[in-house]
């Protein structure tokens, strides 16, 4: 069974700089979109930056030029850079993975969440 397991959160003050990682691990035949998403207390989920097996991005309007998301396809890593932190960019963030467990069974599946606090 596939999972995903992330790491690098915490505690930062307005300015600074996380790193958040995630690795795949189980049985995977093979990864399409890796990503982050983040949910504020009292907001819905949203899409922070996206990646593609081929290295194309994509970010949300609110971190464009703050963060920058990549991935190691030989080692089913994912990462997240976060410069420039702000107190709105407190949330959980969750990573994000379409893959394939074998020729025919497509998932989407999530890490458990790790905690970013931003403080002003």
């Known amino acids: 069974q596939a999972q995903l397991v992330e790491s690098g959160g915490g505690l930062v003050q307005a300015g600074g700089s996380l790193r958040l990682s995630c690795a795949a691990s189980?049985?995977?035949?093979?990864?399409?979109?890796m990503g982050w998403y983040r949910q504020a207390p009292g907001k819905e989920r949203e899409l922070v930056a996206v990646?593609?097996?081929?290295?194309?991005?994509n970010y949300a309007d609110s971190v464009k030029g703050r963060f920058t998301i990549s991935r190691d396809n030989a080692k089913n890593t994912v990462n997240l850079q976060m410069n420039s932190l702000k107190p709105e960019d407190t949330a959980v963030y969750y990573c994000?993975?379409?893959?394939?467990?074998?020729?025919?069974?497509?998932?989407?599946?999530w890490g458990q969440g790790t905690q970013v606090t931003v403080s002003s």
């Open positions: 994000n993975a379409a893959l394939w467990t074998s020729y025919r069974d497509f998932k989407v599946i």
């Open positions: 990646i593609t097996s081929g290295g194309a991005t």
């Open positions: 189980g049985v995977i035949f093979s990864i399409n979109d």
